[in-house]
C-alpha cells in the first residue's frame, strides 16, 4: 500500500503564503513524477504543478505560474508547493499524488497513487 500524505494547508489572507508538504510512504514503488491538483467545491479537479524525476521537468498551470513553485526529493518521495500572493480563487482542497508511468504530467487521470487533501482556504 503507497500513502501520501498531505500538511500545510490552512486558512490565510488574500496576498499570504503557505508551504505545502507531501510525503509518500509504505511499500516500495518508482515514482516517475509528482504534481500538485486541487478541487474547489463544484469544480473538477485541476492541475496546479508537477515536476518529473527524470530530466527534472517542472510544469505550473498558467494560473499559478510566478506565484506557486514546486519542488521535490524523489529520494524522500516527497514533493513541496510554495505557494505565494494567494488569491481568494487558490481556495481548494490540495492534493498530491504519484506518477508511475511516464506520460503526461497534467492529466490527473494519469496519476496513480493520491493523498487524502489538505485544504488551502484564502479569504479576500
Known amino acids: 500500500q503507497v500513502q501520501l500524505v498531505e500538511s500545510g494547508g490552512g486558512l490565510v489572507q488574500a496576498g499570504g503564503s503557505l508551504r505545502l508538504s507531501c510525503a509518500a510512504s509504505?511499500?516500495?514503488?518508482?515514482?516517475?513524477?509528482m504534481g500538485w491538483f486541487r478541487q474547489a467545491p463544484g469544480k473538477e479537479r485541476e492541475f496546479v504543478a508537477a515536476?518529473?524525476?527524470?530530466?527534472?521537468?517542472?510544469y505550473y498551470a498558467d494560473s499559478v505560474k510566478g506565484r506557486f513553485t514546486i519542488s521535490g526529493d524523489n529520494a524522500k518521495s516527497s514533493v513541496y508547493l510554495q505557494m505565494n500572493s494567494l488569491k481568494p480563487e487558490d481556495t481548494a482542497v490540495y492534493y498530491c499524488?504519484?506518477?508511475?508511468?511516464?506520460?503526461?504530467?497534467?492529466?490527473?487521470?494519469?496519476?496513480?497513487?493520491w493523498g487524502q487533501g489538505t485544504q488551502v482556504t484564502v479569504s479576500s
Open positions: 509504505g511499500r516500495t514503488f518508482s515514482s516517475y513524477a
Open positions: 515536476i518529473s524525476w527524470s530530466g527534472g521537468r517542472i
Open positions: 499524488a504519484t506518477k508511475i508511468v511516464a506520460g503526461t504530467l497534467r492529466n490527473d487521470r494519469a496519476y496513480n497513487y
